[in-house]
């Protein structure tokens, strides 16, 4: 989930670019404004940058261990046919 500090941040950040008749026409828009984009947000499937970085470890590792495995296999796959022939 995002960080309440960003919405505020995007929820100021739309206020600022809404023409200044149609800003001074409801006083509380930014809050109906970081309202909507909270609930909007809330909606998505989205994670911290903390369990994105984990997953990204996680992966990495995984990525590793399947590279090793691959050149273990290599390996065996050459000795067996180095000790079968090329024809089994």
Do not use: C, W, Y
């Amino acid at each position: 989930m995002l960080e309440i500090k960003s919405i505020d941040e995007l929820a100021r950040r739309v206020h600022e670019i809404i023409p200044p008749g149609v800003r001074d026409a409801s006083g509380d828009l930014q809050k109906h404004i970081r309202a909507t984009l909270q609930t909007g947000l809330g909606k998505l499937d989205l994670v911290t940058r903390e369990e994105f970085d984990v997953q990204r470890a996680v992966l990495l590792r995984t990525r590793e261990k399947l590279e090793l495995l691959e050149r273990m296999v290599e390996l065996l796959e050459a000795r067996l046919e180095a000790f079968t022939g090329p024809n089994h």
